[in-house]
């Protein structure tokens, strides 16, 4: 038995003061498992992240060889007999996870090795994904008469494709890390020792933005993305926020002036 936090978050410093959260699962041995215990440390995590305006990126990923294997399974044979607090934790996930997917700084995965379940329901609740050369990634549920609860059958269709994600789901099987950048499920491979330095290198880019026009950005892109209506209503929420945010925001008014006086521009983010 172990008292290591099951969840740790290290600042990481970028360009121009701001930071980047770096959100690690913690319990390298059981292959980072998702369960109550890491969900009350990543929810205690996301408050002070999501309280603190200096930190422009939130990075995840996991200690040792694992980005995280999922749900633990023996904990599952009395869980699953508990009519309330199966559920319970079931909403627990839902709303923890969904923290990640609704934050106003995007959420970049740092896919460092073996991904399953509700490792994989962790993936599809970030931005997107940057894989390790050597990692692996799939649902597995069927594997052990489960089904996935954890919103896989919900995003991972909308991640890759009704097709694929049926025989990602059906079958079981795992995807290399080449395999799942072509499917869409991660942005793009790199060397295993590259992982983090990449991630920060696309913190620091993103840190470069106007944290208020990215943080509009994201939420009209995820709203209609995750209603998935017509592409008129689309285009009206889109239209609306835009015009909102260019007729209000003193960042917009200063990336124009900075654009036609030939300068970086200096984002306060109002």
């Known amino acids: 038995m172990t008292d290591q936090a099951p969840v740790v978050c290290e600042q990481c410093g970028l360009d121009d003061g701001a930071r980047a959260a770096?959100?690690?699962?913690?319990?390298?041995?059981?292959?980072?498992?998702?369960?109550?215990?890491?969900?009350?440390?990543?929810?205690?995590?996301?408050?002070?992240?999501?309280?603190d305006p200096g930190i422009r990126v939130i990075l995840v990923t996991g200690a040792g060889r694992a980005f995280s294997a999922g749900g633990d399974l023996k904990s599952y044979i009395s869980l699953q007999r508990d009519p309330v607090m199966f559920p319970r934790f079931l909403e627990d996930l839902h709303r923890i996870f969904g923290r990640?997917?609704?934050?106003?700084?995007?959420?970049?995965?740092?896919?460092?090795?073996?991904?399953?379940?509700?490792?994989?329901?962790?993936?599809?609740?970030?931005?997107?994904?940057l894989a390790a050369r050597t990692a692996r990634i799939g649902d597995g549920h069927l594997n052990f008469g489960q089904?996935?609860?954890?919103?896989?059958?919900?995003?991972?269709?909308?991640?890759?494709?009704r097709a694929r994600a049926a025989e990602l789901l059906f079958t079981g099987r795992f995807l290399d890390a080449a395999e799942a950048a072509e499917w869409g499920l991660?942005?793009?491979?790199?060397?295993?020792?590259?992982?983090?330095?990449?991630?920060l290198a696309l913190?620091?880019?993103?840190?470069?933005?106007?944290?208020?026009?990215?943080?509009?950005?994201?939420?009209?892109?995820?709203?209609?993305?995750?209603?998935?209506?017509?592409?008129?209503?689309?285009?009206?929420?889109?239209?609306?926020?835009?015009?909102?945010?260019?007729?209000?925001?003193?960042?917009?008014?200063?990336?124009?002036?900075?654009?036609?006086?030939?300068?970086?521009?200096?984002?306060?983010?109002?």
């Open 22 to 51: 770096l959100v690690r699962l913690n319990r390298p041995e059981q292959l980072n498992p998702i369960d109550a215990t890491t969900l009350r440390a990543l929810d205690a995590i996301l408050d002070d992240i999501l309280a």
């Open 100 to 129: 990640l997917r609704t934050a106003p700084v995007p959420v970049i995965a740092l896919v460092n090795g073996v991904t399953a379940a509700g490792g994989l329901e962790l993936i599809l609740n970030c931005d997107f994904a």
């Open 147 to 161: 089904m996935g609860g954890g919103g896989v059958l919900t995003l991972l269709p909308r991640a890759i494709g």
């Open 186 to 199: 991660v942005n793009r491979v790199v060397d295993d020792d590259a992982l983090l330095p990449e991630g």
């Open 203 to 270: 913190a620091s880019d993103i840190a470069a933005k106007s944290g208020l026009a990215l943080s509009n950005a994201k939420e009209v892109l995820d709203a209609v993305w995750a209603d998935n209506g017509s592409v008129e209503s689309g285009l009206r929420t889109e239209r609306e926020r835009d015009a909102f945010y260019c007729l209000t925001a003193d960042d917009a008014r200063e990336g124009l002036a900075a654009f036609a006086e030939k300068r970086p521009p200096r984002f306060t983010g109002r």
